[in-house]
Structure formats: C-alpha cells, structure tokens
T-cell receptor, first 117, second 114 residues
Framework: DGGITQSPKYLFRKEGQNVTLSCEQN?????MYWYRQDPGQGLRLIYY???????QKGDIAEGYSVSREKKESFPLTVTSAQKNPTAFYLC????????????????FGPGTRLTVL | QKEVEQNSGPLSVPEGAIASLNCTYS??????FFWYRQYSGKSPELIMS????GDKEDGRFTAQLNKASQYVSLLIRDSQPSDSATYLC??????????????FGQGTILTVHP
C-alpha cells in the first residue's frame, strides 16, 4: 500500500532532550513537509524539502532541524532549544518539483503527538 | 489580518441540512485552494481542491471560489453525523513555475446532530 508513515504515534520528551520524529513515504513524491498543530489552531509550516539534499525553513523553524538524505525519508529533530514543543506534528508529501506548482496537492501522514514531561 | 481566515465555529446543523463553511484569504496572488477534513485526534484528509472561479462538485460536496472577492467556500449537502469534524481551508500562492507555500486557516468545527 502506498502512503506516508510516521513514528512513533506518541512521544514523551524530558526537558533538555532532543528527539527525532520519523516520516517515510513510498508515493515517489519529491516534496515533503513538516507541520505543527496546536489545539484549536491550524497547521504551521516548520520545514519543507522540494528535493533530496535540499530543504528550506518554514514559518516556525527555530528549535527544529531536518535532513533529506533519501527521497523517501524526512526526519524532524525537536531540539532542546524549542521552548514549547508539546504539539501534534504532521508530515506531508506532494509530487512537488515540477511545475505547475499551483496544483501540487499535499497528503498527510497519521501524525506524532509529542508531549514534554 | 490573518492570511487565511475561516468562519468562527463551532457550526451545528441538523442531519440532512446543508452545512456552509467559509474562508477568506489575503494574498491576491493565490492560485489554488484546498479543503481538508480532520477528525478529532487524526490527520487532515483532502476533500476538495479548486483552482478556477466558480463551483466544483464532488458527491455531496461543492467548493465555490471567487478570486475577485478572495473567498472560497465548501457546501456539504445532506449532512450526516459522520461529517462532524474540523474543516481546514488551505491556500497556495504558487504560480506557474514558482513554488508556493500552503497556508492554513484555523479550522471550523462542524457538528451534525441527528
């Protein structure tokens, strides 16, 4: 089955710890994204990658880091510099890299719920 | 002014009624518009996309776009209790060969009661 997987489903972090959230897709999509969702709010873009070995900061990149070494994988690290990391983290992918980008549609993984203890 | 704003909820409609969800956006260069449905505790799933002015119908769902008024809406006909969810409006300002960003509204909670 084609799709986007995220792991773990739930993650608990102690103060001062770095944690890494996994995102894998087998849709052969070029573009991948990380969003954060807080209760009662929409999604905010953390980082995105249009192609392997390249990524750009989104609106709220501070305290987060990513890598894109493989087309299928786009892991997100929540560092200790992120002061309020408790949130629902969503990974998405889209066909991406070729125009017309205006019709590029993003599809979401099941999400990881991160809680700081 | 928020970039993408949705009508404040929650919205409650009786089963069988039409639910109307509205969204306005500030960037006149926006090219594509999406409606996602998100059940509690789950990730968003795509319902509709619309790129041109006018109406687009898919089953019980109709998306309406008016670029001059910077307004996009989603109508759900014959609403069912299973339609109860948060509906997210998303707007992409990509154009032609330039890569754009998808900006989300804050969501509208819809409850369909029997």
């Amino acid at each position: 089955d084609g799709g986007i997987t995220q792991s773990p489903k739930y993650l608990f972090r102690k103060e001062g710890q770095n944690v890494t959230l996994s995102c894998e897709q087998n849709l052969n999509h070029d573009a991948m994204y990380w969003y954060r969702q807080d209760p009662g709010q929409g999604l905010r873009l953390i980082y995105y990658s249009q192609i392997v070995n390249d990524f750009q900061k989104g609106d709220i990149a501070e305290g987060y880091s990513v890598s894109r070494e493989k087309k299928e994988s786009f892991p997100l690290t929540v560092t200790s510099a992120q002061k309020n990391p408790t949130a629902f983290y969503l990974c998405a992918s889209s066909i991406g890299s070729s125009p017309p980008f205006s019709t590029d549609t993003q599809y979401f993984g099941p999400g990881t719920r991160l809680t700081v203890l | 002014q928020k970039e993408v704003e949705q009508n404040s909820g929650p919205l409650s409609v009786p089963e069988g009624a039409i639910a109307s969800l509205n969204c306005t956006y500030s960037d006149r260069g926006s090219q594509s518009f999406f409606w996602y449905r998100q059940y509690s505790g789950k990730s968003p799933e795509l319902i509709m996309s619309i790129y041109s002015n006018g109406d687009k119908e898919d089953g019980r769902f109709t998306a309406q776009l008016n670029k001059a008024s910077q307004y996009v809406s989603l109508l759900i006909r014959d609403s069912q209790p299973s339609d109860s969810a948060t509906y997210l409006c998303a707007v992409n300002n990509a154009g032609g060969t330039s890569y754009g960003k998808l900006t989300f509204g804050q969501g509208t909670i819809l409850t369909v009661h029997p």
